[in-house]
């Protein structure tokens, strides 16, 4: 076994794509090599901003190699009537580079063909490495490419060297004005280069001590914060990380230098999330928090180089950090002096949306929505009706940031500097709360509001846009959904059941619709629900489906209905759990046996079935044994059901089933007296009305 690195050197990369080219080289090298039936022991890739690099420590010389059998023409075409090859025999020979002597016949299942024993694979693995090198570099994605030069290849950025070696072999290959070698580059400052790597062995150290590069992304990524926890902890406080903006750092050097730097204290009466955005989205710089919580003047950033007079570059970094915070200083005390009611008439003249009017028809709508979901709510959220004005006034003022100084210029900020600016003027938490956390969930990884307004007024808002975007036929299609309208649907369910809302989807929906006054609609309101129904039935299958749960257990309950998302995940957990049960398949045979029967016989029973039967009808044990159990269980199903225990209700359903064996084994439903056959297919009716509430047992397929 041998060892292969390639090298990809370009100019520098946007952070953003560093660690997707890595994933994507490390997916298309392990799947070449596999496909090219050369051993290896897995494909590990890194990147930096500067160098995409492919790691095989263990690798074949030469191809697996295996025989198979090809067929050819069929016999009668092969041969002619003399047992002599045809010219289409003669020619599967060459194509296969057997000779003719080595053809035979081969019965398949459509007949008797021609076929040849061939050997492949065996080939010398440096031979075939070129082809996949330039078939990795090739198949790298971006959001845009470039072209360089008089050059035809597009890429990232221009690339600038290839090193690719098979132990101390070179692996020749061109691209464009570029020949594969054993040349690298190092950083641009403190180990520029070119190196010259002379096998695989001594790669990794050549990067390290004469590039100076630190080459794997986690331990970019460790030194960043092993270092910056360090540093912090000198001055008695810690790092407030962010993630996100770690991985970007991380991706943005070769060689991370942690630097704490400080800010005027002056700067500390700004909001939190004020000086927080200030540092990481201009700076990608973080915070130093103290024991407390509370910001301390300092800062951490991250440079890439040795620095030789550490005190002049932390000087640079103060002053440009500075202007931004002066700036974040001005906007803020600007949009102090400013009334919600200036920013709400600016908002009369932002467009939401085409012919849904303006940004200030949307807050109106929001207003409308968060007082009905309020009042719908009181009594299970313990809301006084003097709180209801307040839901109402979250989503009245939800929006009215959005024209203020601080987040026309730190667009992140909206919403939340709404909901400070409403804390500051005294509006209440109710108030402050629903404006701050409208916003939420970002995503599905993200967590919904922790307050009961934040959840109502993001609720509204999110349903105020879809209900529009529906009526007027702004469907996602595909991969295409410009106004995250899955994103919406998800948002509303999880903050319904992680809020445990008793909220009506149907009726949300209507308000939504029914909020919106003079728009011409391209879709009837009608349609438009029915729409809108169906797509909360596919992110709510997509989410639960994405959770692990098995696909036909998420179609059965959804197919019992989905208008109440706050008792869906519940009752989905314990079908699931039933479906589990060593006798679940027959259970399932038995009630759709009686679903089937009331959907095929119901239309010819010649008037309408409404579940309501006469128990002096019932004729033998089995039919008398059957209504006074289902009559004796209905009363436990309607508490269960009420209680939302649909554990219970499903453990009632094994109590049931025995009895509905028996009536099935033992009573003609269709029998010739018409009373009779009424009065069987209403109780069969009782039976699956309750059943229906549970799951749609039609969609268990077994």
Known sequence: MAEFILEIGTEEMPARFVPKLAAELEDVFTKSLDEAMVENGGVKCYATPRRITAHVASIALTQHQEEETVTGPPARIAYDADGNLTKAGQGFAKTQGVSEDALFKMETGKGEYLAAKKT??????????????????????????????????????????????????????????????????????????????NSTTEYFSVIENDCKVVIDPEERKKTIVAEGDRLAKELGGEVVWHEGLLDEVANLVEYPKPLIGDIDALYLELPREVLLTSMQSHQKSFGVQGPDGKLMPHFLTTLNIEQKDVALVKKGWERVLKARLEDARFFWEADCKVEFDTWLNKLENVVFLGPLGSVGDKARRIETLCGKLAEVLGESKSIVPGEIEKYAMAGRLAKADLVSEMVIEFDSLQGKMGGLYAERSGKGDIVSQGIYEQYLPAGPDTPVPSSLAGALVSMADKVDTMAGCFGLGKVPTGANDPYALRRCALGISRIIMEHELDVDLDELLREAQGAYVGVKWKIEQPEALLKLKDFFGQRLRALFIGHGFETRVVDAALGAGFNDIRTLKARLQALSEFSKEADFEQAVLTFKRASNIIRKQGGKAGQTLTGSYDADLFEGEHEQTFGSKLEELAPRFDDLWESGDFGGLFGLLGELRPSVDGFFDNVMVICDDTDIRLNRLNLLKALVDRLSRLADFDALQV
């Open 120 to 197: 492949v694979g065996g080939g010398n693995t440096v031979d075939i490495l070129p082809e996949l090198c330039i078939k990795g570099i090739e198949s790298l994605s971006f959001p845009k490419k470039m072209h360089w030069g008089d050059y035809d290849f597009t890429f990232g950025r221009p690339l600038r060297w290839l090193l690719a070696l098979l132990d101390d072999q070179v692996v020749e290959f061109t691209l464009e004005n570029l020949v594969s070698g054993r040349e690298t580059r190092g950083h641009r400052v403190m180990g520029h280069g070119p190196h010259v790597v």
